[in-house]
């Protein structure tokens, strides 16, 4: 993609609403053109004008016009901002000047895919600046920061160089079936695989804390019935979201809130007490919480402090496949003497609050905000990077099999197939395809 190839483009950059200030942004070849016909003056490179913003012999606005020649641009076009008073309709006319001058309206992050094309940055780049613009707090802006600077590209193209090496020096072995493949370097294949595998797991286990760190963890309260789960929530979220009362079965359906502790967010979800029959509509309550605990991140266990036992039996099999529990004793108020909980548990009243501090350090834990705190190379994920690098991994294990195996033909695809799952990553190897997909989730002149 060349800027000769490309219509100019336009939006608004700042956020929707008034402001003291609002940027507009044009991208491609007419840019420089249109934009000192408003502005009437010749546009130096790199140069702050202030200018007034003209409409034939109308004054918009003065503003301050700046100019960025390709490729030293975000875009890697030639771009100009325009800077106004940040009035809607101020931007809006300013927008549709240019428009009549021929440039067209952006796309939902065509900017940043204009970025991506020609080469100024990678997909997961492209990624991180969405990520930087809706960071909730200083650890998810730092870490978003680290993704756009390239420290996740940086790595997973590390391992990506990795395997490209071994795969050719696999298919190059094919070529000298006649020899044994520890002749051919074979230790140093088996070696090269197993470092491989183990800079795949170290990555995939950072990534999930990105992951985590960028939406928050996905926790789903559970538990028998009057076990205090939505007074729970609602302790936890400092409202009174959830209906409390004393009749068995209160909660029906699926209640969402997301709540931040000390930087850790969570998306927590009430559910319908678990226990056996119940109404027709009960039912359904209970079967949407099974559900619900299929995409759990963790499952929040709620149970009355004073007979655990009973409601551990009683969730036992809707938690089997969640990847993490943590037990919550709760009514501690009503207990004559407070009973160790055991490491797993932890004591609570939802009612008194008694309890809640330990709870929320245990959570920020779980949520790996306290891993984020000590890590400088923490960097922001996505639930598609996880996704592929667990793929990658799972290839480098069938590529070594086959390799154990002398299937060597097989061992080259396998590699071949990591290899491009870790390009989906970084749109080393994307389809065209994707680009709609991924961009179009971004913010319009972004």
Request: one cysteine or more.
């Amino acid at each position: 993609m060349t800027t000769a190839d490309t219509d100019t483009i336009v939006a608004i950059a700042t956020a929707p609403g008034a402001g003291g200030v609002g940027v507009v942004r044009l991208s491609g070849p007419r840019s420089r053109a249109i934009a000192e016909v408003l502005c009437g003056c010749a546009l130096v490179p790199r140069y702050a004008h202030y200018v007034k913003l003209r409409a034939g012999e109308e004054t918009i606005d003065d503003g301050i016009a700046l100019y960025f020649a390709a490729p030293a641009s975000f875009t890697g076009e030639h771009v100009v901002e325009l800077q106004a008073h940040g009035s809607p309709v101020v931007l809006r006319r300013i927008v549709a000047e240019c428009n009549a001058r021929g440039a067209r309206n952006a796309r939902p992050g065509e900017f940043s895919e204009r970025a991506y094309l020609n080469g100024k940055i990678d997909l997961a780049q492209a990624e991180a600046v969405a990520d930087l613009i809706a960071a909730g707090d200083t650890r998810a802006a730092r870490a978003a920061r680290r993704a756009l600077d390239g420290v996740f590209s940086e790595r997973v193209d590390a391992i990506a160089t990795e395997l490209l090496h071994l795969r050719i020096h696999v298919e190059a072995a094919i070529d000298f079936a006649d020899e044994s493949l520890d002749t051919l370097g074979g230790p140093q294949l088996r070696e090269g695989l197993a470092r491989a595998a183990s800079q795949l797991a170290t990555l995939i286990a950072d990534a999930e804390r990105g992951r985590k760190l960028r939406d928050g963890l996905h926790a789903v309260i559970v538990g028998p019935p009057n076990a205090g789960k939505s007074s729970l929530l609602n302790a936890l979220a400092g409202s009174d979201r959830a209906i409390v009362t004393d009749i068995a079965g209160t909660t029906r359906d699926l209640l969402h809130e997301t709540v931040r502790m000390d930087g850790a967010e969570l998306t927590l979800v009430d559910t319908a007490g678990l226990r056996e029959g119940g109404d027709a509509i009960e039912r359904e309550g209970m079967r949407r919480a099974r559900d619900e605990l299929r995409r759990a991140d963790l499952a929040i266990v709620v149970l009355d402090a004073r007979e655990p036992d009973a409601g551990r039996i009683a969730v036992a099999d809707a938690i089997a496949d969640v990847p993490r529990r943590l037990w919550i004793h709760n009514k501690a108020d009503l207990l004559e003497a407070a009973p160790d909980p055991g490491a797993d548990a932890v004591l609570v009243s939802a009612r008194t609050g008694a309890g809640l501090a330990a709870l929320h350090d245990r959570l920020r834990h779980l949520s790996g905000a306290e891993a984020a705190d000590a890590s400088e190379g923490t960097f922001t994920a996505r639930a598609r990077h996880v996704d592929a690098l667990m793929r990658a991994a799972s290839h480098v294990d069938t590529a070594t099999a086959e390799l154990a195996a002398d299937a060597l033909e097989l061992a080259a695809q396998s590699l071949r197939d990591a290899h491009d799952a870790l390009g989906e990553i970084t749109g080393r190897m994307t389809p065209d395809a994707l680009l709609g997909h991924i961009f179009g989730s971004f913010c319009i002149g972004k």
